[in-house]
């Protein structure tokens, strides 16, 4: 990990909801991870991005999933808070894992495309914390579902 970053996750503890800045989705589809690519990038990333002041991080987390991969049906279950430093700069975001049973098409958001695959790309967007998400979702797979959508 990158000396500059600091990663902390808490499985279901409680942090405070105005804390949380963004979500993260662990998704997957037929036993392949979902990875997106944003159209103004060439890495790979996890599905999520920032929760709307009026939202709560599991809307949040619903939203992200259905504009990002073409989610159209699913179980999401929420993993925990995680925390991330980065130059003294701290920042919260809740981690879900989704099981998708449906694709759609993408939406006219800042994706490009998806990918499905077997692990983890070589350029990820975020080197520093995606592995450490990705395999807290990889470990949660079978567990207990939050919600079907």
Avoid at 46 to 69: C, I, M, N, Q, W
Avoid at 126 to 137: E, F, H
Wanted: charged letters at 30%; hydrophobic letters at 35%.
């Amino acid at each position: 990990m990158n000396e500059h970053v600091k990663f902390d996750f808490f499985p279901r503890k409680h942090i405070p909801e105005r804390l949380i800045t963004f979500v993260v989705i662990g998704a997957f589809y037929k036993g392949r991870s979902i990875f997106v690519r944003h159209k103004e990038r060439e890495t790979w990333e996890l599905p999520g991005g920032h929760r709307e002041s009026h939202e709560s991080s599991f809307d949040a987390a619903v939203r992200e999933l259905k504009e990002e991969t073409g989610a159209c049906s699913f179980s999401l279950t929420f993993l925990g808070t995680y925390r991330v430093t980065i130059k003294k700069e701290t920042r919260f975001g809740r981690l879900y894992r989704a099981e998708v049973k449906e694709l759609g098409p993408l939406g006219l958001f800042e994706i490009q495309e998806i990918s499905l695959r077997e692990g983890l790309p070589e350029q990820l967007t975020y080197p520093a914390v995606q592995p450490d998400l990705y395999q807290i979702c990889q470990k949660s797979r079978g567990k207990k579902t939050d919600i079907s959508v």
